[in-house]
Every structure is written in structure tokens, then in C-alpha cells.
């Protein structure tokens, strides 16, 4: 049976090349059906109403011509899963690494991306979080520029090879998060809305006419490709792109929806499934549990962690950092989770957030000090390991892996990658990747950004230095860095007051008066992660019987009861068992 929900459309027909058009017939809300079956890579498409163009299915599982093409028939089911004693991974006590298929290896394959997996293991990585796997005009892309949600994209191997991918995930241990975009669709090959109203025209958000999620069959579109992903494909969970996004008026909310059939389907598996959003709202709503009047979301992003860390690393105040420039701003999200929870945001212009309930726990915030969007959306797509020196990225590290929320690390930043990671798009149309790279100046102008350093988004050398460079891991300082982090990851992993998730076991201070020169004094229960960021000695005092358990530079030391700490360096200081 192949079946199409098509409510503008008069007449539909199934078109497969080399056969006769087969008659769809309309059945009740909007949907047609015709009893065909389809083979594994059968070519197949719809026409509408009179016209003799061929579309894609909008739940079409592959694209070998790409998004204008017909779509092919995938048989989900035919791989051979190693998997069958996986156990899923809990998000809570993990360590997330976010990857770009694209420029995570030279390939930029699903497959190539396997040979890296050992790696991350290596690394204590316990999560892989893909940027956006599905189908999208071009070659390369963020993946944020999607118009057919249901295909992998098959410049990184399709669906069998996304498939191969989390297999090997699992055979080592790893989770896969997956990232998904439901709050809008791409510029180029959305044929959703001559099937039906998938857009609510004239309700717009940042990209465009917002998904119509009064349409009970496009909540469904939108929830069954959620499910395909965990069940089909078999990830651990799904990354929700910029929820706040979604205009949805409706009980439940459609996050809620999400939430419902996500745990449900967990039940079924028999193993844990995570949904983590990523919302500009600071509203616990989302990841409060449904008894206690919330939508149930295992987790979200906090930006506020890291627009906190980045002023205190850089000393950067400009746009949105302002806010976070007040000497408080660390302390306040390590014991509080937000520091916008009802406060005045001078970037807003008004109040803005909530306060987290003490029944959400701090392990639901997935907090970075690095991640795609804040990278590739400077104006030369700079990381940290551009303009900060080792002492203070090795600071930046242990903050991100001690912190009370559940770690993020961007793919590279774990041996401070000197490739940037830049705005890439590759669109076919020459009016729309002109207007991109027109847009991407403009916007960086507006926000004081020297227009030089925008690198034109449709250059192919944009996408290739954005690509990790492997050698450099095993180089000079960045060896260095890297034995740190993963110092740092199995000492997440082995201590107990890193596993204790409770506000209470939270304190932080803070020292210094300038944005470029502070100090903190941060505690999870018995430890102390005390961080100098100034241009002399720190010292801190400390309980009797404590020892150094951890330090970024040989020079920090404890004496006379006191942590002494050099300029941009950390130490963990706690009981020796």
C-alpha cells in the first residue's frame, strides 16, 4: 500500500519509470492510496492534480538525484542489526560530542565517519550528537537547510549507510543523538505545500512561513518521522532544533506530543530514549516532567553556560554577551542553571526566563563552551583555539567537564582544531546562493562586523576549511590539550561528586572586577574547581586534608592552606579519595 497526504490535490497518480501512471484514490482528511508495493530502490514519484511534473514523496527515505529528483524506495528493515543486546545510554552522566558528517573527516561520509568512532571512545565519550542528517538542495550544507525530512542525504551515504553508522556507534558503546529541524524548511526543493497546507502562510519565524501545526496530518508528519528515526534507524534520541520556533496554540503542545510518543516507544525498546531541545525561552516548561505540568523533554541546550564562559574566556562583551559581562554570571548558572530567569536581558530589552524548580535536574541542561551555531555564526566562523592562548583553552576544558550540567564538546575542541568552522551552503540556483552570501554581509555589518572577514557562504573553499585537520591532534600543544580532555572525562566518570546531581551540592564565587581578568571559586560537593583568569597569582583558601587532584599547569600548587594558582590556569582540589 503506498499512501500520500495531498489535500490541495484533485487527482494524484504514482509515477515509476518504464510503467504505466497508477490512479491514487482519495480517502478521507486529505489522504490518497493506491495498493502498490514498492521494492528496495524502486524509482517512484506523485503527480498532482493536471500537471505532468513529477514530485517526491514528502516521506520519501532516499533521493539519488537529489531533492528535485524521485524519490527511492528504502527497505528499512533489511539491515542486518548487530545491536540487539545494546542497551541504550541514560543522557544524565553522559559526555555529548557534536559532529558535521561533512567536515567531521576529509570523506565527509557517514561511512568514513565510522573510523573515527574509536576516538571518541578513547576520548570518554559516551553520545554523538549529528548535525542534520536529511536530504537538502546542494552537496554540502549545516544540514539546517532540509526539505525532506524522511531522506539521509545522499552525499553521506543515504540511509543504509546512516544505518552502518549507528551500528559501529553501538558496537563501541556510543549513543546517537540526532539532530532534526521541525520549525522550518529549506529554500530550495520544498514541494510540501503543493500537497497541503505544511506552511502557515503569513505566520513567519527567523527563516520563513512557520510549519501549520494546526494540521493534525502535519503534527503526525512531524511525530512519525521523530519515531522513524529511534525506531528504524535505531538512535538514542533527537536534538530539537530552535523549539521556540514551533508556533503552536494547541493542548498538548506539540513538544509535549514528542515527548509522549518518544517514552512510549522507549517502553517498547526497552531502552532509554532522549529528547534534548534547543530553545531561546529559559522556559523549564520543556524539560519539567509532565506530573509536575511541564512537556517531559529529557534535556535542553544552555546558552546561557555558554555565553557565561565565553565573556569570562574572552573577555568578549559585544551583542548578546553583554548581559553576561556582570560579575555574577558564571556563578549564577553554575548553582542556577540559567542566569535569564525572569531578570532583565538588555539584548531583548525586557525580562526574560524562569527559574528552574528544584525537581529539574541540573543534568538536563546540556551545557558547551564551544558548539556549531556559536562558532559558524561568528563573522569568520573563529573558534577559541583562534584567539585564546593554550592556558586559558585548557581552563575552557575543565569548566565544560566539570560543569553541573551534562557536557558538550564541538567536534575539534578537544585538541584545540585551528580550522574555523564556517557558514557553508552549496545552493544550485545562482539568484539564491548570491542572496545568501548577500544576507550572511548584511547581517554581520548590522552587528558591527568588519564585512571582509565574511567568507562568501557558496565558495567551495569555505566548505573545505571547515574540515578537521587529524594530524594536528597528535602535534605539539594540542597533543597536550588533548590528554587533557580526556584526563578530564574519565575523572567525570570515576567521581563520585560529578555524578551528584542535585542543586545543593552547588556553591560558586567569584573574584576580580574586569570581564578579562576574573577568578572562580566553583564546588560540587566536596570538590573545588578554582580557575584563575587574571594576570597574577590567585590563591583561594581550601580545607584541611585537601589535595590537587587535577591542574592545567605545573605551577599550581596548595600551600598553607591555600590553592595558589598562576594567571589562566585551573586546578580541581578535593579529598584523595
Request: no cysteine.
Amino acid at each position: 500500500m503506498i499512501e500520500v497526504w495531498a489535500p490541495k490535490a484533485e487527482r494524484v497518480r504514482l509515477r515509476r519509470p518504464d510503467r504505466e501512471d497508477v490512479e491514487l484514490t482519495a480517502a478521507a482528511g486529505g489522504w490518497w492510496s493506491a495498493d502498490v508495493a514498492l521494492a528496495d530502490g524502486d524509482r517512484y514519484g506523485f503527480v498532482l492534480g493536471e500537471s505532468d511534473d513529477t514530485r517526491p514523496d514528502p516521506r520519501s527515505p532516499r533521493q539519488p538525484d537529489g531533492v528535485h529528483g524521485t524519490s527511492a524506495w528504502f527497505d528499512a528493515a533489511a539491515h542486518e542489526w548487530a545491536d540487539a543486546a545494546w542497551p541504550g545510554r541514560a543522557l544524565e552522566g553522559g559526555i555529548v560530542y557534536e559532529l558535521h558528517i561533512g567536515t567531521f573527516t576529509p570523506d565527509g561520509t557517514l561511512d568514513s565517519a565510522i573510523d573515527r568512532l574509536d576516538h571518541l571512545v578513547d576520548l570518554g565519550v559516551t553520545h554523538v550528537e549529528v548535525l542534520p542528517v536529511n536530504d537538502f538542495n546542494g552537496v554540502w550544507n549545516w544540514g539546517y537547510d532540509g526539505v525532506l525530512w524522511y531522506a539521509v542525504h545522499e552525499a553521506y551515504g543515504g540511509p543504509a549507510a546512516y544505518q552502518r553508522f549507528v551500528d559501529a556507534a553501538h558496537a563501541r558503546g556510543l549513543a546517537v543523538i540526532q539532530d532534526v529541524v521541525y520549525n522550518h524548511l529549506g529554500p530550495s526543493g520544498n514541494y510540501l505545500p503543493e500537497y497541503g497546507p505544511y506552511l502557515r502562510e503569513g505566520s513567519r519565524n527567523t527563516w520563513g512561513d512557520s510549519v501549520n501545526l494546526d494540521e493534525d496530518a502535519v503534527r503526525s508528519y512531524i511525530v512519525e518521522n521523530a519515531l522513524m528515526w529511534m525506531r528504524d534507524h535505531h538512535v538514542d534520541g533527537l536534538r530539537l532544533d530552535a523549539v521556540h520556533a514551533l508556533h503552536d496554540d494547541r493542548t498538548p503542545h506539540i513538544l509535549q506530543e514528542l515527548a509522549e510518543a518518544s517514552d512510549a516507544l522507549s517502553v517498547e525498546l526497552g531502552r532509554p530514549l532522549s529528547l534534548i531541545a534547543e530553545s531561546d525561552l529559559n522556559d523549564p516548561t520543556l524539560i519539567r516532567s509532565r506530573e509536575r505540568g511541564g512537556y517531559g523533554l529529557g534535556a535542553q541546550w544552555s546558552d546561557d553556560w555558554h555565553h557565561s564562559v565565553h565573556v569570562a574566556l574572552t573577555g568578549e562583551t559585544v551583542g548578546y554577551y553583554e548581559d553576561f559581562a556582570a560579575l555574577d554570571a558564571l556563578p549564577k548558572v553554575w548553582t542556577k542553571g540559567f542566569f535569564h530567569d525572569g531578570t532583565f536581558s538588555s539584548f531583548r530589552g525586557r525580562d526574560h526566563g524562569a527559574p528552574i524548580p528544584a525537581d529539574v535536574s541540573p543534568a538536563q541542561l546540556v551545557t558547551f563552551a564551544q558548539d556549531h551555531d556559536q562558532i559558524g555564526n561568528r563573522a569568520a566562523g573563529d573558534r577559541l583555539s583562534q584567539t585564546l592562548s593554550p592556558g586559558r583553552l585548557a581552563v575552557a576544558a575543565v569548566l565544560t567537564l566539570t560543569a553541573p550540567g551534562t557536557p558538550m564538546l564541538f567536534m575539534g575542541e578537544e585538541w584545540g582544531a585551528s580550522t574555523p568552522w564556517q557558514f557553508f551552503t552549496s545552493h544550485p540556483e545562482p539568484e539564491l546562493g548570491e542572496a545568501t552570501a548577500k544576507g550572511r554581509i548584511e547581517e554581520f555589518v548590522k552587528m558591527g562586523w568588519d564585512e571582509s572577514l565574511v567568507p562568501d557562504p557558496q565558495d567551495p573553499e569555505t566548505f573545505t576549511r571547515s574540515k578537521l585537520d587529524w594530524e594536528e591532534a597528535g602535534q605539539d600543544w594540542h597533543a597536550d590539550l588533548l590528554a587533557l580532555y580526556r584526563g578530564l572525562a574519565a575523572f567525570r566518570h570515576e567521581r563520585p561528586e560529578l555524578a551528584d546531581h542535585s542543586w545543593e551540592s552547588l556553591a560558586a564565587e567569584s573574584g576580580g572586577d574586569d570581564p578579562e581578568h576574573r577568578a572562580f571559586a566553583l564546588r560540587r560537593g566536596e570538590l573545588s574547581i578554582l580557575v584563575n583568569l587574571t594576570e597574577g597569582e590567585v590563591s583561594w583558601d581550601v580545607a584541611p586534608g585537601r589535595k590537587v587532584l587535577l591542574r592545567t599547569v605545573d605551577g599550581a600548587r596548595i600551600e598553607d592552606g591555600e590553592a595558589v594558582l598562576p594567571p589562566e590556569s585551573a586546578v580541581i582540589v578535593g579529598p584523595a579519595s
